[in-house]
């Protein structure tokens, strides 16, 4: 009996063991490292010519609306066990894409020994868990505004420039109006200092360091350079 015992209570500790396994994995992470060889998962998505398969969003909106299930509840849960089918053992009868996806895609091939259940499990309920029409409507209006900003802010925005300069408010850096009016500050001047980084040229900084953004191109640069001395003409928000 103290057997049975000690090997039910073995049973349930590597049950538990498993199950605390697959909590522990990042879902975000493993579908960067596992799907983006063939899938596109921006939010929202990119498409291309050559695309390999259908971009992440697609499929995850395709397989929540497919899903069938009396009980709204059980929905996702379904859909993440249909995922961990369908990647070991795909095929065209399982598929929800339409005829014409499938035969531009063609069936998926299976990734049986190179992604596990427990991974699967954490990759589907990132999916769909992120892939949510709440989340692509917050991305689109994220996006509207980017696109509606001049390039060169937009480019310091998404190149992390706002977190130690403001337009018009000094925080690590000065401000991005200040560095337009600073005596001497020619496009060329900025082109080097965004290229190659400065310091102790604003005593405001106090010894703060301009890194070097070799990451960006010359031509960003240049618009980067173009946008920050066209503030000159601009007031600042302490003087409309």
């Not at 969003?57 to 089918?85: E, L």
């Not at 065209?92 to 005829?99: E, H, I, Q, R, T």
């Not at 890194?211 to 173009?226: M, Q, R, S, V, W």
Request: proline share 4%.
């Amino acid at each position: 009996m103290k057997l049975l015992y000690l090997l039910a209570a073995t049973l349930l500790l590597v049950g538990c063991s498993s199950e605390k396994k697959a909590n522990n994995l990042d879902g975000e992470k493993l579908l960067a490292q596992k799907c983006t060889k063939c899938h596109n998962i921006d939010l929202p998505p990119k498409t291309f010519e050559d695309e390999k398969a259908p971009p992440m969003m697609a499929i995850a909106f395709h397989i929540r609306g497919f899903i069938k299930t009396g009980d709204d509840s059980q929905r996702i849960p379904k859909a993440i066990a249909f995922v961990k089918d369908y990647v070991i053992t795909p095929s065209a009868s399982k598929s929800f894409c339409d005829k014409e996806s499938l035969k531009s895609y063609g069936v998926m091939p299976s990734q049986k020994g190179k992604v596990s259940q427990d991974e699967l499990q954490a990759i589907a309920e990132y999916m769909f868990s992120h892939f949510t029409q709440k989340n692509l409507n917050e991305a689109q209006l994220v996006q509207n505004r980017l696109n509606a900003m001049p390039k060169g802010e937009r480019l310091a925005l998404q190149n992390n420039c706002l977190s130690c300069h403001k337009i018009d408010k000094h925080i690590v850096g000065p401000a991005f109006r200040d560095i337009a009016m600073k005596k001497g500050n020619s496009l060329e001047v900025l082109i080097h200092s965004i290229k190659n980084g400065s310091k102790k040229k604003y005593s405001s900084s106090k010894g703060a360091i301009m890194p070097a953004f070799k990451k960006l191109n010359d031509a960003d640069i240049k618009t980067l350079g173009e946008w920050i001395l066209s503030l000159q003409s601009k007031k600042s928000l302490h003087e409309r």
